[in-house]
Every structure is written in structure tokens, then in C-alpha cells.
């Protein structure tokens, strides 16, 4: 079987997963947020190297105040715990996303876990908090603009490659994308690095997404042809 080396998740269906159990909405969080601590250790396990975690965009604070408390306390616990469990498997755990209005202590854990995380080689774990692509895309611009009006880049030379190193984190395109919970959209995630993803929907809420679940999504990425714009000759010759 093919293994990608960038998987990316947009995590999605939890609250509705709650409502047809007759839960309330914050206890879909958590089931999701407890299925991810499995998920997350058995994709490692399969080999993937870079795991990235759609888990908040920027336009979920438009949820209700209740709602997106209960979640930040459940990031602050969730990536604790993440950090003991990863950093013993020499994972790098980083962050995507902007820093306003993510309170102190949410920013205090991202900024402490990256900085004893930073020198693990076995694999990264990429939690895309407060993200949103376009603002990714505009931030690096900003980035790369100060740094050649300060005479640090010469614009000539930037090209994909270069460009790629603005964003939150310089990391290869995804191979993967899988979505849960039935939507058949990107919503704002990896724009850039998704190019050439190959994408995998699937109707199962994200807290039934177990190791089986994501089993057969790599059956389907095994079975793609991917051409990244080319032609497969040895396949057209057959
Ligand atoms: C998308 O909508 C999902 C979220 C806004 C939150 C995802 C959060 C988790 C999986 C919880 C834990 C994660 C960490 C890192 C602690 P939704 O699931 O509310 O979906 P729906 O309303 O469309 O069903």
C-alpha cells in the first residue's frame, strides 16, 4: 500500500454527532477530542510523517461564546496531554494559524510545546488553530514584503519554493486531505499546500472516524494515479 507523507484531516462533524445522540454539542467535542488520541498515535504508527489537524478556523469564532470557551479549554487540555504522549516519540508538534485573539494561556501552551518540540525528527504534528488559508497566504506576503523593504530578500529570486518558507510552517504539500462529516468543501484549508492533494470525503462524523475509517481512506490514495500534471507512460502503455 501507498503511505502519503502529508496527511491533513478537516475534522469535521462532531457537534452533529452529538445532536443525533441527544448530547449537547460540547460533548461531541470531546468524543472527538478523545477518538483524535487514538487516530493520531495509529497514523504515526502507519508511517504518515507529517499529520496536519484542521481542529478551529478563524471563522468559528462566529460560534456561540459558550461554545468556543468550552473548546479552547479543551485545546489547552488536549495539547498537554499531546505533549506528553508525543514528545516520548520524538514528534515535533507546531501550530498554524494567527495569534489574535487567542488568549494568554492558549498561546503560552502553543509557544512552550513548539519550543521543547522543535528539535524531534520521528514526525510532525501540524494543529491548525485560529487558521484560515487566504490569512496564511496574506501573512506570508506581509512577512516577505518587511524582509525586502529591510534588504534581507531580493525579490528576484522568490519563487514557489521561497515563498512556501513565509507560511506558518514549512512543510511539504499534503498527499492527503481527508474531510469528515459528509461537506464537500475545503473551507479555507491548505490552499496553497493542497495543490495536488488527493481528497478523500466521507459521510462518518469525525468521532466514528476510528483506524478502520482511516484504513480505507488510504486504500483510496493507494489506488490514485497521481500525474502532478505529467502523464504516467508505464500505466498508458499497458
Ligand atoms: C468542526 O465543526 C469542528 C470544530 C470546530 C472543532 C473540532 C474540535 C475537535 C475535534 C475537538 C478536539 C480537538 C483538539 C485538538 C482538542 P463541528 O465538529 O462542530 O461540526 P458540525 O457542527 O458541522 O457537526
Redesign the pocket.
Known amino acids: 500500500m501507498k503511505i502519503p507523507n502529508h496527511v491533513g484531516i478537516i ?7 452529538a445532536v443525533k445522540k441527544g448530547k449537547k ?1 460540547s460533548e ?2 470531546l468524543a ?2 478523545k477518538n ?1 488520541d487514538n487516530l493520531c498515535q495509529y497514523i504515526f504508527d502507519k508511517g504518515i510523517k507529517v499529520l496536519s ?1 484542521y ?3 478563524t471563522e ?1 469564532f462566529k460560534r456561540s461564546d459558550e461554545e468556543v470557551n468550552y ?1 479552547m479549554d ?2 489547552v487540555k ?2 498537554k496531554n499531546d505533549f506528553k504522549i508525543f514528545s516520548k516519540k520524538d514528534i515535533r508538534i507546531v501550530f498554524s494559524g494567527r495569534r489574535e485573539p487567542l488568549k494568554k494561556e492558549i498561546l503560552d501552551i502553543i509557544d512552550d510545546i513548539t519550543c521543547k518540540t522543535k528539535d524531534n525528527k520521528s514526525g510532525i504534528l501540524n ?1 491548525c488553530l485560529n487558521y484560515g488559508s487566504h490569512a496564511e497566504i496574506v501573512d506570508a506576503c506581509k512577512k516577505i514584503n518587511l524582509e525586502v523593504i529591510n534588504n534581507n530578500l531580493n525579490i528576484d529570486i522568490i519563487d514557489e519554493k521561497i515563498f512556501k518558507k513565509y507560511l506558518y510552517n514549512d512543510l511539504p504539500d499534503l498527499d492527503l486531505l481527508i474531510r469528515t ?1 459528509g461537506e464537500l468543501r475545503l473551507s479555507n484549508f491548505m490552499l496553497w499546500q493542497s495543490a495536488y492533494a488527493e481528497f478523500y470525503f466521507t459521510d462518518v ?2 468521532p466514528d472516524f476510528n483506524s478502520d475509517e482511516f484504513d480505507k481512506a488510504l486504500l483510496s490514495y493507494s489506488n490514485r494515479d497521481r500525474r502532478f500534471g505529467g502523464i504516467n507512460y508505464e500505466k498508458k502503455n499497458n
Request: hydrophobic share 50%.
Open positions: 475534522v469535521d462533524g462532531n457537534g452533529r454527532w454539542r461531541g467535542h472527538g477530542s483524535l489537524l481542529v478551529f478556523s468559528n473548546l479543551l485545546f488536549k495539547f494543529f462529516g462524523l469525525f
